[in-house]
């Protein structure tokens, strides 16, 4: 079992930057693939990034290539989700995932945190 707790949402302009944490407890956080998804009003929930258990690889959607990064600390079980050049369609909840496999399918995760909000204005 793995408990997710994220933090760092918040309201910001458009061009502006945010950093995501989630912190894990309960089993061992480093066997696992750590995911971002987000979920806008009306929306289904949407890959964003991916990290393998090493960090050793990621993977991001299109839409956030090049402006958003993932990063983790296996030493912190903290699994952490950079993000600048905001715009306006980045607002949404985003939620971290731990999952047992390499996978941009939120099925494919296991355990899933609440959320943070992020709101960016134009």
């Known amino acids: 079992q793995v408990h997710l707790v994220e933090s760092g949402g918040g309201l910001v302009q458009a061009g502006g930057s945010l950093r995501l944490s989630c912190t894990a407890s309960?089993?061992?956080?480093?066997?696992?693939?750590m995911g971002w998804f987000r979920q806008a009003p009306a929306k289904e929930r949407e890959f964003v990034a991916r990290i393998t258990w090493s960090g050793r690889a990621t993977d991001y959607a299109d839409s956030v290539k090049g402006r958003f990064t993932i990063a983790r600390d296996n030493a912190k079980n903290t699994v952490y989700l950079q993000m600048n050049s905001l715009k306006p369609e980045d607002t949404a909840l985003y939620y971290c995932a731990a999952g047992g496999s390499w996978s941009t399918s939120a099925r494919a995760y296991s355990y899933w945190g609440q959320g943070t909000q992020v709101t960016v204005s134009s």
């Open positions: 309960g089993s061992i956080f480093s066997h696992y693939a």
